[in-house]
């Protein structure tokens, strides 16, 4: 999403007021926008070049978590994992006549949301995004040489580059965090980028893309366990197929009281645990005893942040997989069945495999 500082998802009048009271200081020489956010929205980036006559889509890239997280803290696929090729395609079409208009010539990269298979414009930069050495290296197409000989006069037509690339296989782009050098600091994904690097991993299908993603992040995904789920009053009702997905896979589940409400609800019984106010034995004293292998903890509004911050900063401290949006939980179990080492293929042979298809 279009990120910054002091940026700040707020989700009831009594969040906006204490925001403009603490967190930002309003004057006629420093607004504040105040815009809709999109809840449970997909993100998507496209990164383009046009010559003034043509369009290379050079890549669309589905964001894993979901808006609300700033792109460049994002995990993201290549090609979509999710999204309908209608979808895809009307994307297509916006970013050729906006680059049309916009006389763009040289890169660009437009950030979308869809919900409700309703597509929303979030922003349209004429410029290079950081995607581009990803979405490079995934298709084998150098983006930024083609741009610059572009910008130079050299049209697209000339440079025998005018077809989108689709791989036969996935790349998925992770970031790397560097929370467990900063003591203190709450992990939790958001508007204001955190990230300092980024890994890439390539599969023959999203899930084998992802495991190696999250080996090169030096994440600790294991296979089996037990899992603590705690999530927002939104998420309560995909927790339910999350839960099940962590069930058939092995993990025993834990849950705090509102989630294991309504996974009961369900026919799933978790076993029932603390938070940090309700009494010992609570969350921290179980992760610090080692009991779980993954959490998954999604918040929304400012008091709840922080009543769960020691959830996230526990986790990381005791060097336990988390996730903080359901979407991550999503692709976190679909990743556990794929082997990361099974095979490993050099640029050279995925850019071969381009070539045969």
Known sequence: MLGGRAM?????????????????????????????FLDDAVEVDVDAICDGEMVLIGGIMEHIEQAGVHSGDSACSLPAYTLSQEIQDVMRQQVQKLAFELQVRG???VQFAVKDNEVYLIEVNPRAARTVPFV??????????????????????????????????????????????FPGVDPLLGPEMRSTGEVMGVGRTFAEAFAKAQLGSNSTMKKQGRALLSVREGDKERVVDLAAKLLKQGFELDATHGTAIVLGEAGINPRLVNKVHEGRPHI????????????????????????????RRSA???????????????????????????KVTSVQEMHAQIKKS
Do not use: C, W
């Not at 930002?24 to 420093?30: I, L």
């Not at 130079?152 to 077809?163: D, I, N, P, W």
């Not at 992760?287 to 769960?308: F, L, M, P, Q, V």
């Open 316 to 342: 990381l401290q005791y060097k336990v997989h988390y996730d903080t949006t359901l979407n991550g939980g999503f692709a976190t179990t679909m990743a556990l069945n794929a082997d990361a080492t099974e």
């Open 284 to 311: 921290q004293d179980r992760i610090k005893n080692g009991e779980y292998t993954y959490i998954i903890n999604t918040t929304a509004g400012r008091r709840a942040i922080e009543d769960s911050r020691v959830i």
């Open 136 to 181: 490079s290296k995934a298709t084998g197409v150098p983006l930024a040489k083609v741009a610059a000989r572009v910008m130079a006069g050299k049209s697209l037509t000339e440079q025998g580059v005018t077809q989108e690339i689709i791989p036969p296989y996935y790349s998925v782009k992770e970031v790397v965090l560097p929370f467990n050098k």
């Open 8 to 36: 700040e998802i707020v989700y009831d009048e009594a969040d906006l007021r204490r925001y403009f009271q603490t967190a930002v200081s309003v004057s006629n020489d420093a607004p504040v926008l105040l815009d809709r």
């Open 107 to 109: 890169l660009m990269n």
